[in-house]
């Protein structure tokens, strides 16, 4: 009798990946390291790839199968991946076979422009402020009480070794962003990059979500601001060599303007004050690990935050 190979489909695939992955028909994927819901992997040229179970936000260069848990699969760090060809990857010692043949493609970065609104998410800034102040999160979201206003905190500040030791470093940081020549603060990123707890450190979480805003914010995000996009991508190249393999690449695809499906609808919902779809995003991606989802949403809140102010500020110069 002979025994039918166990095959695991893919529910969705990212359309960065399918389109890397449909030009490299031959390949062998090498495991980095394997957690509850996930597995990252990496190809020869370093590019890395991830594959998770059911119940994940697409990422770039990522799928998600119906699966319960990666556990599954077996797989262990060094394990090898072959690609028959065919959107199929055979898992090793014969555990089976994943098929991505028929998997949803899914977008990692807009696809349709940003809608700003006449007042340019305040009410969803506020929203996101209070939410952060009452999560208590580790890593550098305490920070939100005082920035990107610039105020001095007090001494008697709540927060962590974390807060207390790249205060300064942030506060200049976002101090240069809200200047007349922002793209200068890209050039700070390497006091940042790196810094605090996690796979994906705090500040590189912080960090993506600023990137992610300033891609996708006028005229930032212009194709004709090639200066803009250069520093951008500047800062995936210092991050290749002080922060982790995960880190490196989650910035380089930030600084493209791909990042995991919350974070995008996140950023959709502040600018164009989808307050209904707001709230429930916000806690989505405060579930993500003990502090990642947390800094990249104080990121992200500094970035609209700056940009909201320019808008204010620019209307009532011209009125």
Same mark, same amino acid.
């Given at each position: 009798?002979?025994?039918? +190979?166990?095959?695991?489909?893919?529910?969705?695939?990212?359309?960065?990946?399918?389109?890397? #992955?449909?030009?490299?028909?031959?390949?062998? =994927?090498?495991?980095?390291?394997?957690?509850?819901?996930?597995?990252?992997?990496?190809?020869?040229?370093?590019?890395?790839?991830?594959?998770?179970?059911?119940?994940?936000?697409?990422?770039?260069?990522?799928?998600?199968?119906?699966?319960? $848990?990666?556990?599954?699969?077996? =797989?262990?760090?060094?394990?090898?991946?072959?690609?028959?060809?065919?959107?199929?990857?055979?898992?090793?010692?014969?555990?089976? %076979?994943?098929?991505?043949?028929?998997?949803?493609?899914?977008?990692?970065?807009?696809?349709?422009?940003?809608?700003?609104?006449?007042?340019?998410?305040?009410?969803?800034?506020?929203?996101?402020?209070?939410?952060?102040?009452?999560?208590?999160?580790?890593?550098?979201?305490?920070?939100?009480?005082?920035?990107? +206003?610039?105020?001095?905190?007090?001494?008697?500040?709540?927060?962590?070794?974390?807060?207390?030791?790249?205060?300064?470093?942030?506060?200049?940081?976002?101090?240069?962003?809200?200047?007349?020549?922002?793209?200068?603060? =890209?050039?700070?990123?390497?006091? #940042?990059?790196?810094?605090?707890?996690?796979?994906?450190?705090?500040?590189?979480?912080?960090?993506?979500?600023?990137?992610?805003?300033?891609?996708?914010?006028?005229?930032?995000?212009?194709?004709?601001?090639?200066?803009?996009?250069?520093?951008?991508? !500047?800062?995936?190249?210092?991050? !290749?060599?002080?922060? &982790?393999?995960?880190?490196?690449?989650?910035?380089?695809?930030?600084?493209? $303007?791909?990042?995991?499906?919350?974070?995008?609808? =996140?950023?959709?919902?502040?600018?164009?004050?989808?307050?209904?779809?707001?709230?429930?995003?916000?806690?989505?991606?405060?579930?993500?690990?003990?502090? %990642?989802?947390?800094?990249?949403?104080?990121?992200?809140?500094?970035? !609209?935050?700056?940009?909201?102010?320019?808008?204010? &500020?620019?209307?009532?110069?011209? +009125?």
């Amino acid at each position: 009798m002979t025994v039918r +190979e166990k095959i695991y489909n893919g529910l969705f695939i990212a359309s960065d990946l399918r389109q890397f #992955l449909l030009a490299r028909p031959i390949l062998e =994927l090498r495991v980095h390291s394997v957690f509850e819901t996930s597995v990252n992997l990496l190809t020869q040229e370093e590019e890395l790839v991830t594959f998770a179970s059911s119940g994940r936000d697409i990422m770039p260069m990522g799928m998600v199968a119906a699966v319960p $848990g990666v556990s599954v699969w077996g =797989l262990r760090a060094g394990d090898t991946l072959s690609s028959d060809g065919r959107l199929v990857f055979n898992l090793p010692r014969g555990a089976g %076979s994943i098929w991505l043949k028929d998997a949803h493609v899914r977008p990692v970065s807009l696809t349709q422009p940003l809608q700003v609104k006449c007042s340019p998410g305040i009410m969803a800034l506020d929203l996101i402020k209070t939410k952060l102040l009452l999560a208590n999160a580790d890593g550098i979201s305490p920070l939100i009480a005082w920035m990107p +206003e610039g105020d001095t905190p007090p001494s008697t500040r709540k927060g962590n070794v974390y807060c207390t030791f790249i205060y300064r470093d942030l506060e200049l940081f976002l101090k240069v962003l809200v200047s007349d020549k922002p793209e200068h603060a =890209l050039d700070l990123t390497e006091r #940042l990059i790196g810094f605090g707890p996690g796979l994906t450190p705090s500040c590189d979480d912080f960090l993506a979500g600023i990137l992610l805003s300033l891609f996708y914010d006028s005229p930032w995000g212009n194709d004709a601001n090639n200066g803009l996009r250069e520093n951008l991508e !500047r800062v995936a190249v210092i991050a !290749r060599d002080r922060t &982790t393999l995960v880190s490196y690449h989650m910035l380089r695809h930030a600084a493209s $303007g791909r990042a995991n499906e919350a974070y995008l609808e =996140l950023l959709r919902a502040i600018v164009e004050d989808d307050l209904d779809a707001l709230d429930s995003l916000i806690e989505r991606v405060l579930a993500y690990g003990s502090s %990642s989802g947390a800094d990249f949403l104080f990121g992200l809140y500094c970035a !609209r935050k700056i940009s909201a102010d320019n808008i204010r &500020t620019s209307r009532s110069d011209s +009125e």
